[in-house]
């Protein structure tokens, strides 16, 4: 598997590399560590202004990058891991790097930690979510290394994307103890006003609601017999309403570690993980998020 963990030195960027350990990663795998100088901050700044303003240097930079090496060869010893630092527009470096390296993930924090933003401002992660090649985790730590194991929400659909979220999970290799939850989401149909005082077109939404609830259900206790066939205990959950909504709430109500999202355009009863949904719940949500490209899925869909 190959990680581009972009890091800058933020607490943000440190609640990133605590929570790769509850991100269910292989015990061996291949790291990047990518420390970025934003260009046009440190171009409109003397050095004197960078540094009271947060702004990395390159030389600053790339001691943050190796800081952070050091950090993931403690954590993940049979991983290979290396280091860089680099000047340029923080989204396109990530972006390249990760389309250069064939990545697999790309990892990185919610927020910068300076006013003027250096490495992670939200509207660098969104772009990053946006034009990713790969799957992109926005992380975000809620408990300290080494308590409970972790909680995995996966929100699942029927479209290929969801389903490559399914498989992800599949492939990691999850603590003992580790719950997770399906929650498959339900967004009616509503009449207008005026196919409400029609019988039929009443009688026909209904109907369509139902089945379609049923294919939700469905949908839901597959996901979750795949999971348990890992050996981790699942729990389907089936839920009519908003689905950004639902994934926030329900994050916040089970303390989620971090929730699971496929992306990409669906039509019809698929209707759940648009990319407005799973940029929204990843920009909102209280713990880490995982939007899950499928890089076969992305070639011949």
Request: charged share 25%; hydrophobic share 45%.
């Given at each position: 598997?190959?990680?581009?963990?972009?890091?800058?030195?933020?607490?943000?960027?440190?609640?990133?590399?605590?929570?790769?350990?509850?991100?269910?990663?292989?015990?061996?795998?291949?790291?990047?560590?990518?420390?970025?100088?934003?260009?046009?901050?440190?171009?409109?700044?003397?050095?004197?202004?960078?540094?009271?303003?947060?702004?990395?240097?390159?030389?600053?930079?790339?001691?943050?990058?190796?800081?952070?090496?050091?950090?993931?060869?403690?954590?993940?010893?049979?991983?290979?891991?290396?280091?860089?630092?680099?000047?340029?527009?923080?989204?396109?470096?990530?972006?390249?790097?990760?389309?250069?390296?064939?990545?697999?993930?790309?990892?990185?924090?919610?927020?910068?930690?300076?006013?003027?933003?250096?490495?992670?401002?939200?509207?660098?992660?969104?772009?990053?979510?946006?034009?990713?090649?790969?799957?992109?985790?926005?992380?975000?730590?809620?408990?300290?290394?080494?308590?409970?194991?972790?909680?995995?929400?996966?929100?699942?659909?029927?479209?290929?994307?969801?389903?490559?979220?399914?498989?992800?999970?599949?492939?990691?290799?999850?603590?003992?103890?580790?719950?997770?939850?399906?929650?498959?989401?339900?967004?009616?149909?509503?009449?207008?006003?005026?196919?409400?005082?029609?019988?039929?077109?009443?009688?026909?939404?209904?109907?369509?609601?139902?089945?379609?609830?049923?294919?939700?259900?469905?949908?839901?206790?597959?996901?979750?017999?795949?999971?348990?066939?890992?050996?981790?205990?699942?729990?389907?959950?089936?839920?009519?309403?908003?689905?950004?909504?639902?994934?926030?709430?329900e994050a916040e109500a089970w303390a989620a570690d971090s929730i699971f999202l496929g992306t990409?355009?669906?039509?019809?009863?698929?209707?759940?993980?648009?990319?407005?949904?799973?940029?929204?719940?990843?920009?909102?949500?209280?713990?880490?998020?995982?939007?899950?490209?499928?890089?076969?899925?992305?070639?011949?869909?």
């Open positions: 598997m190959n990680i581009l963990v972009a890091y800058d030195g933020s607490e943000c960027a440190d609640a990133a590399l605590d929570d790769l350990r509850r991100a269910g990663l292989p015990s061996a795998a291949r790291a990047a560590i990518v420390s970025v100088t934003d260009a046009r901050l440190l171009a409109s700044s003397t050095e004197r202004l960078a540094r009271r303003h947060g702004v990395e240097t390159p030389e600053a930079a790339r001691q943050l990058a190796e800081q952070a090496g050091a950090r993931v060869r403690a954590t993940f010893p049979a991983w290979e891991v290396s280091v860089e630092a680099v000047t340029g527009l923080p989204a396109e470096v990530i972006i390249g790097k990760a389309t250069e390296s064939g990545a697999d993930l790309i990892v990185l924090g919610s927020q910068g930690r300076s006013k003027l933003g250096r490495l992670i401002l939200g509207s660098v992660s969104q772009e990053v979510l946006a034009q990713a090649p790969c799957s992109v985790r926005v992380a975000r730590s809620r408990r300290e290394p080494g308590e409970a194991p972790p909680r995995i929400i996966v929100g699942v659909d029927g479209s290929p994307r969801a389903e490559a979220a399914v498989r992800a999970m599949e492939a990691r290799a999850w603590p003992p103890g580790t719950e997770m939850r399906v929650i498959a989401v339900h967004d009616p149909l509503r009449p207008t006003i005026v196919g409400k005082i029609i019988p039929s077109v009443a009688g026909w939404t209904a109907e369509v609601n139902q089945a379609e609830r049923g294919q939700v259900r469905e949908l839901a206790e597959n996901a979750a017999r795949r999971l348990r066939a890992e050996g981790v205990a699942v729990s389907p959950l089936v839920k009519t309403g908003d689905p950004k909504a639902i994934l926030l709430d990409g355009e669906v039509k019809g009863f698929e209707r759940f993980l648009l990319g407005s949904v799973s940029s929204s719940v990843a920009a909102q949500a209280p713990c880490s998020v995982e939007i899950v490209r499928d890089r076969l899925g992305m070639a011949h869909g």
